[in-house]
């Protein structure tokens, strides 16, 4: 009887370590011998587990949404009891948007979007994103209704935008890591309660 293939296991275990080269190195920097460098094979076994270095990317983007999706449930099972979904992720992000430097995948995937491949994966991490936070805007505000707030699908879309922006700050330095918190902070609990103080 064959062996099953470890394939899926290989890909779960390189994803991280790729995720971080392309956050280093952009795309069009990170050569595939860089990247077989990084996760310790050659070059060959990457190319077993995945076609080519824009299969790898492509890759690497939808791990960027995955890693967050997978931290922000993890923070939700130990905050039982501290205040809705919402607001716990909220406190979060205030506290560590950006820090892994994963957002880099995805501005590099900007820079390649008129490639459809990544641009359809583009599309779909975004929306993954989008649907995310809308499920918990809508359930923060069925239990706390803000009449006044801005609707909760485009209030998604705003914190999203709030994210690029904290991101973009922190690249270039514009804000001080006190002012970004404070911007996801005060921005994301005006989206989220509709609040105007």
Not at 56 to 75: C, G, H, K, N, P
Not at 137 to 145: D, K, L, W
Request: glycine share 6%.
């Amino acid at each position: 009887m064959p062996r099953p293939s470890r394939i899926r296991e290989k890909r779960e275990s390189l994803l991280p370590v790729l995720a971080d080269a392309f956050t280093e190195l952009g795309y069009r920097r990170a050569t595939t011998a860089a990247l077989a460098e990084r996760c310790g094979v050659q070059e060959n076994i990457l190319y077993r587990l995945w076609p080519d270095k824009k299969a790898m990317f492509v890759a690497a983007i939808e791990y960027v949404y995955d890693f967050s999706e997978q931290t922000w449930l993890r923070l939700l099972e130990r905050r039982r009891g501290e205040g809705s979904a919402a607001q716990k992720l909220l406190a979060f992000e205030a506290e560590h948007h950006g820090e892994f430097g994963h957002y880099r995948i995805i501005f590099a995937g900007l820079s390649e979007a008129d490639d459809p491949d990544v641009r359809e994966t583009l599309r779909r991490v975004y929306a993954r994103f989008h649907r995310f936070l809308l499920g918990q805007i809508v359930s923060h505000r069925q239990a706390a209704p803000a009449p006044q707030a801005l609707p909760a699908d485009l209030a998604a879309w705003a914190v999203i935008g709030l994210g690029t922006v904290s991101n973009i700050a922190r690249e270039l330095g514009a804000l001080s890591d006190a002012d970004r918190r404070r911007l996801i902070h005060t921005v994301g609990r005006q989206l989220l309660e509709g609040d105007s103080r």
